[in-house]
């Protein structure tokens, strides 16, 4: 998903790896797939051997972690300290570390169960946008209401700064544009560690963010069926 979201802001080798190590729409074919067709209902990694791919060091050096973060415009500083202090608060005081052992395993056999964020009268009230399409740490229900780690998580944060957040569901691909143009006033975004393949750093924020302390990381694991 991040690869993708440096792709659609410019970053030309995210755009390379896409076009060399996805489908290539010209040729109907996906070259580190062993040129499987999209038509094909066969295993696509059947002609793919890890040993001979440049993706067996990277997964192997286990350096190539996704960090969750939350992204606000620059010029929000307000919503940001708030997000960025709490987040480190949370780790400091062990919250986190709860959170992600009882809350975040517990989501591996149910479902997270739709969550209400507590209200204060009279404070300021800022606008978090969820997609649902990270569960179980962005979720939305079949009721489509928001629930999973990343509502838990502000639920702590409003409990620090006394602040209301009001939940915007929105589609993962309009994070940096709702964010651009004030409907909302955070998203959660997923941030690399470097280009599993360039083994650069790629940047994946919008230009004009600020990006907050990370509140968890992820390893990713390469599968293959048998």
């Known amino acids: 998903a991040w690869m993708s979201d440096a792709a659609e802001l410019g970053h ?25 067709t999209k038509q094909e209902d066969q295993n696509p990694f059947a002609n793919y051997n890890p040993k ?25 500083t307000e919503l940001y300290d708030i997000l960025d202090s709490g987040i480190k608060q949370l ?3 062990g919250t986190l570390d709860k959170l992600i052992e009882e809350d975040l395993n517990a989501y591996i056999t149910s479902d997270p169960a739709p969550a209400e964020l ?6 300021k009230t800022y606008k978090i946008a969820v997609t649902g399409d990270k569960p179980p740490m ?3 229900a079949a009721d489509g209401k928001a629930a999973g780690f990343n509502v838990a998580l502000l639920t702590e ?28 006033d955070a998203v959660f975004w997923v941030l690399p560690d470097s280009c599993i393949l360039c083994g650069e750093m790629i940047s994946n924020a919008p230009e004009g963010t600020l ?12 599968l293959t069926l048998k």
Request: negative net charge; glycine residues 4%.
């Open 118 to 123: 507590p209200k204060f009268d009279g404070a």
């Open 12 to 36: 030309e080798e995210a755009k390379a790896w896409l076009d060399d190590y996805y489908f290539d729409d010209d040729a109907n074919v996906q070259p580190a797939l062993g040129n499987r």
């Open 211 to 222: 990006v907050t302390e990370s509140y968890f990381s992820d390893s990713p694991v390469l």
């Open 52 to 76: 001979n791919s440049s993706f067996e060091n990277a997964f192997k050096d286990g350096n190539n972690n996704s960090h969750f973060s939350m992204l606000v415009n620059d010029t929000n």
């Open 157 to 184: 944060i409003t409990n620090i700064a006394q602040v209301n957040f009001e939940i915007v569901q929105i589609d993962s691909g309009a994070r940096s544009t709702s964010l651009a143009s004030g409907a909302v």
């Open 138 to 140: 962005d979720f939305v």
């Open 91 to 93: 780790k400091e005081n």
